[in-house]
């Protein structure tokens, strides 16, 4: 980019002004000044250019920091300080320092929340959800021992603490609460007078100024700037600036800026970047030309698809006073927090009107121009806003009423604004129109309620010719406005969230007008997207549907507020009431009148209606006029409004077909939607019908069309009601026939089935009208009746989760179920284990309380429900009827519903059905009918039964549904009574299921029989006599059941005996091939297990797993199956390879020192492993054994399958074949690599002499002297007399011969290559001498990894590690002894004499490391491996490699004793234990008393040889045990039975299964004389007193386990600590994704362009490049704002995890969206814990993406 350096100042000239500058004298020039404001014009049109904005910017954003401070530092002492100077008149520090103590705080805390700080939300006390608390104030208020709600900020909102009206009880915290509140002194009159009038003129023309500014529209003027500030010597720079806009994306922005500035990628990122945040940006700087060329560019490049990027070019010193006015209102919004008075002062500027009338304050300026400024400066300005006028309450109250003023300006500018509502000034109406007295005070004042209605009426104009919404097909325009203007809605919500306790005149008046408009509205919703059936071909395209039902979603709990501020006021509510009904008659005048007029007749009953068929005419789903009316008619019942002011409602006009007829059209198009009439109408009327039954929206749509059938049925006579649903239903014709009872013929088969779905449909309906009275006004029940029976009937259908129930019941505008209020009374809570979440179980005794036919229950629920209740009935021996629960009494207004189940339309379906049911031959009749029409007997039954006892006398009792039944002939058809029907159906073979049912009608009516009975002859009923009847049918049926279920018992232990005959008499004629394969089998079992008992021979002697004396295990021949071909063979190393599937991956869970860096591949040398383990290799496998040329084929077939698939889409899949990865065909467990599965070694053979270990040195030395002089000989080419001595048989020229067959050899290379591939992340290659050193490596690092893991865990040594674990052991140590036979015998050799070299010091191996810096246990194992290529040269036959590997054992063993007594640390100080000291304490202190000679002070002196002694066994222990493993597996060695079991008390067992003295020290004790010299040469060497003293990284033996980090318990907390966290690399601002590395603790910024990095040539994001360092490429992390983990292995693999943090009903919350307050479970954390240490990430990351493909195609690099 082009710099115009000549326009700088010289930065010399600046300081010598800085200099010379004072602020003191300046404002006491501006005191005396006439005009103050030109003076301070003037003074700013001098410095500003001067100081801010010179020249480009980009570059580092070091540079950029560098840049910004020192313009900081300008800005204060050249402009603000001459300003503050002249209003406080002294030094400013201490003025500041004494306004703030004469200050009275105020009682708001005000703290503006940051994005991602917690919020903390009370449930029982706050007014509204929208009332928080930080987190600080939380803390100290009475809230936090309530039910509360935890949720994170989006940022801009403040803190309500010290708001009264904000808090039902507990306004204040403990800090806010010793504020004084004496509201009535003007804070002005604390401050000094002069300075109050000073305050006022500064404020005035800084705020004037920034005003200016930032509404300043260069293009539009003459001018450069306003008047005063035209710059003394004008230079012609300028700026191609850069807007932000919510349309474009990064990668677009990115990209164009690349070619329009011609920048790298780097600095466009930091660009794009810079404008997401600030809202702008420059990106070029010089002369007009020259910014317009990049400007055209953009504008050119982004055109295409959208509008192009707002860029602007503008003159450097318009930017420069841009700034500063920006940095004024800080400076403004920092001086009011010292003092009230300022406040109020600023407050009073910002909203005097200005010369130009009305809305000329600067205040209404900024609001008016709020869409046309940046990011950066709203942000800003409402920060200001917020800090001053909404702090204040009385000009709270005058900001609100010029906002709702300006309120349909603004809202149409956001409109038409480009930017999320977070930035738009509308978003501060939460802060306004959420204060109940001031919503009030806006409603009458300004008539808020009318006006948001109507603005947002008006923003709607997609009309159809009757004036409705019409949504045809949304244009991404319209989609876009019809998302904003969804936010009015939200306002009104705000305004009607906290209904009024008093009224007045005004508030009626104006709640009124506010509902004319909006029954306005719902007028244009009522009808809209209009439905007509499809008949013949499907539907082309599918309508819009779902921008109605988001306006339905949206306005559902407006809705039900106006319906809650109506209940609230008699007045009120009878005015809604009337309105709603002349809106609702102007939308019947609106119905087609042509519909013609026809009667029906039913069983002597008649009545008028017009033709009108669902499945041929228009019918729409939308009736919210009709709803609302519904809603009203309730409250009416409920406020007895009805029977106390019957004169002024006018029910006269209501006429009740009219009221039924739309919600009843409704729910005939759900029946015949579901009986398939519509199927060609495709998934938009689907989703539809679902939605109007969804909890969302049924509230107001489906439960109010119940209420409503309701309302017109109980106006009407119930026979006309049912005919007339007949009518609409279309099965009238059915009915209506002179003798219905004969059956309907139809010929067409679909058309039966149909009207079959319609009469079941249709009597559901008739049982929900009937019998749905959980609505307060509809029966005499409470609100809480209702959610109780809501979840009694999710409970019935299975036990769930808190979060399942909440979203299965509706929520109220303060988003409140009203659960928590009686699920502790219905419901018993089951907490979770380490997975799954607690459990909600029903309470037995509420089972009489469910109904089968709840009119919430969708089909499916239904059906379960019925299934569990049967089951459980049957488990407690009871039938398993499922009456109707006894229902509750109706209100007056709704009484004369129960007349419906006695009518005769009813009784004469009811007798259809039932006749239809006793011939069951023939279509037309289904079992879920005759289910139907039982269900409405026996509701009929209870209601009688009810009225019954709580009447005194006979003739009370107007329903006598009993009667009518048993009576034949009552009815107009003359057959059989419905009571012979039911008693010949009782016995009906096809009907056995309703058997119960109908036993329990027949015993409800001899019971009601009964009691009528005896109310004739006395009043008083005694009900033990009524049970009688009852009590015998019950009798009878537990004897008949048990009958039964001794027959089915007899009839068992008959078939089991057969059986048991056949199995004894098969066995006996195949005895031979039984007692074959149970030899196999015992073969087999111990071939499997090598952790068998011991056998006889070995149990004499004690056990010894090293040396001489071991038993081996080569004696059991080893078979396995191959799981590919089924095939079964031996492990023989001339036979065919078999091998078992594996994984290898760098590992450092087992480092102390993460924060070494990773080494370079190409020059490690991992010939010795550090003492830290600060990188290792760990290898798993999932146990499944296979040929390893059938595993061939298979890989072969996955690379195949593999490259196919990216032919045809391109994308991951969850394994990596390219690098070797395949799932394991049988457990589909991510495997890279194959183990050969190699023999066990051969027991040594006891003949041979076992040299001592000084005899063993002397002859090795010998042996590598004549190896190295073998070595040198070929290179020299000359003969150098006589070579070394070389011990007998030791033949330097021999060359072994490979025990293992070609293929065996391929799989060992096979294996060997994945281990150096993994571990060096280098490519293959076979000649590299590290190649056995990595095979050895992971050997080690496995077995020690998994010695941890038992020791962690308290589990036992050998016996209890699982079989695969064991089998891979198993494999990867037999092969790691194997794997030097594919090396060059030379390469194996040098690493020996390199390895032997750190135990007996040798001077020409160069380079020795010290023993502080070898890990001791990876130097056995190599050793001992190495060794095998020296030994395979003896051929004389006399030594057993055996006793080289006990005296490798012994040395290492000293070494470590060495070692661990050089870092103990034994500071603590001990009681010496009483008595002598033993032998083991003796000879600690002498051992560690010759180290102190050898080094001197570097060790401090210990007294305490107990002390020491403890602290040696202590650390030497984990190398015991893991060379224990190591042997146990090299050599087949079973273990002694006492290391089989976990417990205390296993040194000794140990140290004699390692062929060790249990005194340990012995060892050094022993060999005196020839280990002296050695330690001496260990403790001299220079690395050992470097470390000790410099103090380099020491490790401590025993190394403690590695953990993930400590957790806190309160999970808000975490949410703090990252809401204060920044991102590193973009100058302080705030992280959008803080992640916390649950291994090392880091925060850390990911997922987002700033913070990411170069790894391997590739970008990455945080994460990524923090696992490569902290955890070898696999990660664990919390993401802290999802509450979510995070597993990440490698660049392309990662998978989300539940987090650790529960709430108190034991579920997660990923995401956060509930809000419950979560803690840590420490139980899950241990498990996440225990995942990490077993390396058992990158399976579960394997499954996962196994099982859901979606995680495949995530940018985990990018995270």
Request: glycine share 6%.
């Amino acid at each position: 980019m082009a710099a115009a350096q000549s326009d700088r100042d010289p930065p010399s000239l600046l300081c010598s002004e800085f200099l010379h500058f004072s602020a003191k004298d300046t404002a006491l020039r501006w005191l005396a000044a006439v005009d103050l404001q030109q003076e301070v014009s003037n003074h700013l049109a001098v410095y500003v250019p001067r100081i801010l904005c010179l020249g480009p910017s980009g570059g580092s954003s070091r540079e950029e920091q560098w840049e910004e401070q020192q313009e900081d530092m300008a800005s204060q002492l050249l402009l603000l300080a001459p300003l503050e100077w002249l209003l406080l008149g002294e030094e400013p520090a201490t003025g500041l320092h004494l306004l703030q103590e004469n200050n009275q705080p105020s009682a708001l805390c005000g703290h503006v929340f940051k994005v991602g700080e917690p919020t903390y939300s009370c449930r029982e006390c706050a007014a509204d959800p929208t009332c928080v608390l930080c987190m600080k104030c939380f803390l100290g208020s009475i809230h936090k021992e309530h039910r509360y709600r935890m949720t994170t900020s989006g940022g801009g909102g403040f803190c309500d603490c010290g708001d009264a009206e904000a808090w039902k009880r507990g306004p204040y915290c403990q800090q806010h609460s010793l504020a004084p509140r004496e509201a009535e002194e003007d804070p002005v009159s604390v401050l000094p007078a002069d300075m109050a009038v000073r305050g006022f003129s500064i404020f005035s023309i800084i705020l004037k100024y920034a005003v200016d500014l930032l509404t300043w529209n260069q293009e539009n003027q003459e001018n450069l700037l306003p008047a005063g500030l035209e710059p003394p010597n004008r230079e012609d720079t300028y700026y191609c600036m850069l807007f932000n806009d919510e349309v474009h994306t990064y990668e677009q922005v990115i990209y164009t800026l690349q070619k329009a500035v011609n920048c790298s990628q780097k600095e466009a990122v930091s660009f794009a970047t810079t404008v997401d945040r600030d809202g702008r940006k420059s990106v070029r700087y010089g002369d007009f030309q020259f910014c317009d060329q990049a400007k055209s560019v953009i504008v050119r490049n982004t055109s295409r698809q959208s509008k192009p990027l707002r860029v602007q070019v503008m003159h450097s010193s318009v930017v420069a006073h841009q700034c500063f006015a920006l940095r004024a209102l800080s400076w403004l919004g920092q001086i009011i927090q010292y003092s009230d008075g300022l406040r109020r002062v600023l407050c009073e500027v910002g909203l005097q009107k200005g010369p130009e009338g009305e809305y000329s304050s600067l205040v209404d300026k900024l609001m008016l121009n709020d869409s046309k400024m940046w990011k950066g400066a709203r942000n800003i300005y409402h920060q200001l806003l917020m800090n001053s006028l909404l702090m204040d309450l009385k000009y709270k109250k005058i900001f609100a009423i010029q906002f709702a003023k300006n309120y349909r300006r603004l809202q149409t500018d956001f409109m038409e604004d480009d930017h999320e509502r977070v930035v738009s000034v509308t978003s501060l109406s939460v802060q306004l129109f959420t204060v109940p007295t001031m919503a009030r005070m806006l409603m009458v004042e300004e008539n808020l309620m009318t006006t948001i209605i109507r603005t947002f009426v008006d923003h709607l104009r997609h009309r159809d010719l009757q004036g409705r919404f019409q949504f045809d097909r949304y244009t991404a325009q319209q989609a876009f406005k019809f998302g904003r203007v969804q936010s009015l809605i939200g306002d009104l919500k705000y305004v009607l969230i906290s209904v009024p306790s008093e009224w007045s005149d005004q508030l009626r008046l104006k709640f009124l007008e506010g509902l004319d408009a909006f029954l306005e509205l719902l007028k244009c919703m009522q009808g809209m997207d209009p439905v007509v059936r499809q008949v013949g071909q499907h539907i082309e395209m599918e309508p819009e549907w779902e921008a109605a039902f988001t306006l339905q979603m949206k306005l559902t709990h407006i809705i039900s507020m106006i319906q809650e501020w109506c209940s609230t006021d008699e007045r009120v509510l009878i005015e809604a009431y009337r309105k709603c009904l002349s809106a609702l008659s102007h939308c019947h005048s609106g119905l087609p009148d042509g519909e013609q007029p026809i009667s029906l007749s039913v069983a002597g009953h008649c009545v008028e209606t017009f033709r009108y068929q669902v499945s041929q005419d228009k019918v729409s789903i939308h009736l919210p006029v009709c709803r609302l009316l519904a809603g009203l008619h309730v409250l009416l019942s409920r406020t007895e409004v009805a029977s106390r002011f019957p004169e002024q409602l006018p029910l006269g006009q209501l006429s009740p077909p009219l009221l039924i007829e739309l919600p009843l059209r409704c729910l005939v198009l759900c029946a015949q939607v579901h009986a398939g009439m519509w199927r060609r109408n495709g998934f938009s009327l689907i989703n539809q019908i679902y939605y109007y039954h969804n909890v969302k929206c049924r509230v107001e749509m489906f439960d109010k069309d119940i209420i409503m059938l309701q309302t017109g049925a109980a106006m009407m006579d119930p026979n006309h009601f049912l005919m007339i649903v007949l009518s609409r239903f279309e099965l009238f014709h059915i009915f209506s026939s002179a003798d219905c009872r004969k059956r309907y013929r139809e010929a067409n088969k679909d058309v039966v089935q149909q009207n079959n779905t319609l009469i079941e449909e249709m009597l559901h309906l008739i049982i929900m009208v009937v019998g749905e009275r959980y609505v307060s006004g509809v029966g005499q029940v409470e609100p809480s009746d209702e959610v109780r029976r809501e979840i009694i009937h999710q409970l019935s259908i299975r036990p769930m989760a808190h979060s399942e129930l909440v979203k299965a019941l509706p929520e109220n505008g303060n988003k409140e179920t009203g659960l928590e209020r009686v699920i502790d009374s219905v419901a018993s809570f089951k907490k979770p284990g380490v997975t799954g979440r607690g459990l909600y179980e029903l309470r037995p005794e509420w089972n009489k309380h469910f109904n089968l036919y709840f009119h919430h229950f969708s089909r499916a629920d239904q059906s379960k429900a019925e299934e569990a209740q049967r089951k459980l009935r049957r488990q407690n021996g009871e039938t398993t009827a499922l009456p109707p629960p006894a229902p509750p009494l109706l209100c007056p207004l709704f009484g004369s519903l129960v007349n419906l189940l006695q009518c005769d339309v009813l009784l004469a379906v009811e007798d259809a059905v039932l006749q239809w049911a006793v011939e069951p031959s023939g279509g037309g009749w289904t079992e879920s009918m005759l289910q139907r029409v039982l269900h409405l007997v026996g509701v009929a039954l209870l209601e009688e039964e009810q009225q019954l006892e709580s009447s005194s006398r006979d003739d009370d009792i107007t329903f006598n549904y009993s009667c009518k039944i048993t009576r034949p002939g009552e009815a107009p058809s003359t057959s059989g009574s419905a009571m012979a029907l039911l008693e010949s159906l009782q016995n009906a073979p096809h009907l056995e299921v309703h058997k119960d049912m109908i036993t329990w009608i027949l015993k409800m009516v001899a019971n009601i029989k009964t009691m009528r009975e005896q109310t004739s002859s006395t009043f008083t009923v005694p009900v033990c006599q009524g049970q009688g009847p009852e009590e015998t049918v019950r009798d009878k049926d537990k004897a008949e059941r048990k009958r039964k279920a001794e027959m089915a018992r007899l009839r068992r232990e008959k078939i089991m005996a057969q059986m048991s005959e056949m199995q004894k008499h098969f066995i006996n004629e195949n005895k031979e091939l039984f007692q074959q394969s149970l030899e196999e089998l015992e073969v087999s079992t111990s071939a499997a297990v090598d952790n068998s008992p011991p056998s006889s021979e070995s149990t004499c002697a004690a056990q010894v797993c090293v040396g001489p004396r071991r038993v081996g295990g080569a004696k059991r021949r080893q078979l396995v199956t191959c799981i590919l071909c089924q095939e079964e063979q031996e492990v023989r190393g001339q036979g065919r390879a078999m091998v078992l599937a594996a994984f290898i991956q760098r590992s450092t869970v087992l480092s102390k020192n993460r924060r070494c860096n990773l080494p370079d591949p190409e020059r490690h040398d991992p010939l010795f492993m550090d003492p830290a383990l600060s990188l290792g290799i760990h290898t798993a496998s999932c146990g499944h054994i296979m040929h390893a040329t059938c595993w061939q084929r298979y890989f072969e077939a996955v690379q195949l399958k593999e490259q196919r698939r990216q032919q045809r889409l391109r994308g991951h899949t969850s394994y990596d074949v390219e690098n070797g990865e395949f799932l394991c065909p049988l457990c589909e467990c991510l495997s890279n690599t194959v183990i050969p599965l190699l023999p066990h070694t051969h027991t040594p053979d006891y003949r041979v002499d076992h040299p001592c270990l000084e005899a063993w040195l002397k002859m090795t030395n010998q042996q590598i002297a004549a190896l190295r002089s073998a070595q040198r000989k070929p290179s020299d080419g000359v003969a150098e007399g006589a070579g070394p001595a070389v011990p007998e048989g030791f033949r330097v020229d021999f060359t072994p011969q490979n025990p293992f067959s070609s293929s065996v050899r391929e799989m060992i290379t096979t294996f060997s290559m994945s281990t150096y591939k993994v571990g060096l992340k280098l490519n293959p290659n076979e000649q590299d001498h590290r190649v056995p050193v990595l095979s050895w490596s992971t050997c080690a690092y496995t077995i020690q990894s998994i010695e941890r893991l038992l020791m962690e865990e308290d589990r036992p040594l050998f016996g209890s590690l699982p079989c695969r674990q064991d089998d891979c052991l198993s494999s990867l140590t037999r092969f790691s002894s194997a794997c030097w036979n594919a090396a060059p015998p030379t390469t194996v050799q040098s690493h020996f004499i390199r390895l032997l070299a750190a135990l007996v010091p040798d001077s020409q191996v160069e380079n020795n490391l010290s023993i502080l810096d070898i890990d001791m246990f990876h130097l056995l194992v190599y050793n001992v491996m190495s060794y095998s290529s020296v030994h395979s040269l003896d051929q004389s036959g006399l030594r057993v490699v055996d006793s080289a590997h006990l005296h490798l054992l012994h040395l290492v063993t000293v070494a470590h004793l060495v070692q661990i007594l050089l870092t103990s640390t034994t500071e603590e100080v001990c009681m010496d234990q009483d008595g002598g000291a033993s032998e083991e304490e003796e000879l600690t202190c002498q051992l560690y008393n010759t180290l102190r000679k050898h080094l001197g002070s570097v060790l401090p002196e210990v007294t305490s040889g107990w002390q020491l002694f403890r602290c040696l066994k202590a650390g030497i222990l984990p190398f015991l045990r893991a060379a224990a493993l190591f042997f146990h597996y090299l050599n087949s060695t079973a273990p002694p039975a006492d290391l089989l079991v976990a417990g205390p008390g296993q040194w000794e067992v140990l140290c004699s299964f390692l062929n060790l003295p249990s005194n340990l020290l012995q060892l050094h004790q022993t060999h005196h004389t020839l280990l002296e010299p050695l330690i001496h040469r260990w403790c001299c060497h220079p690395g050992v007193r470097q470390t000790l003293q410099v103090g380099g990284v020491i490790v401590r033996f025993p190394r403690e386990s590695n953990q993930l980090i400590q957790l806190p318990e309160d999970y808000s907390v975490l949410i703090n600590q990252a809401s204060s966290f920044t991102c590193p690399r973009s100058g302080g601002d705030k992280s959008r994704a803080p992640t916390l590395c649950l291994v090392c603790g880091s925060m850390l910024c990911s997922q987002s362009y700033c913070c990411q990095t170069e790894v391997d040539g590739e970008d990455v994001g945080a994460c990524t490049a923090h696992t490569s360092t902290c955890g070898a490429g696999l990660g664990l992390f919390l993401r802290v704002r999802e509450s979510q983990v995070l597993f990440v292995a490698g660049k392309t693999k990662g998978c989300f995890y539940p987090p650790p943090y529960l709430d108190d009903y034991g579920e997660t919350d990923q995401g956060l969206k509930r809000g419950n307050p979560l803690h840590l479970c420490s139980d899950r954390y241990r498990k996440i814990e225990r995942l990490w240490r077993q390396h058992g990430i990158a399976e579960v990351i394997g499954h996962a993406q196994e099982a859901n493909q979606t995680l495949v195609a995530i940018d985990w690099q990018h995270l």
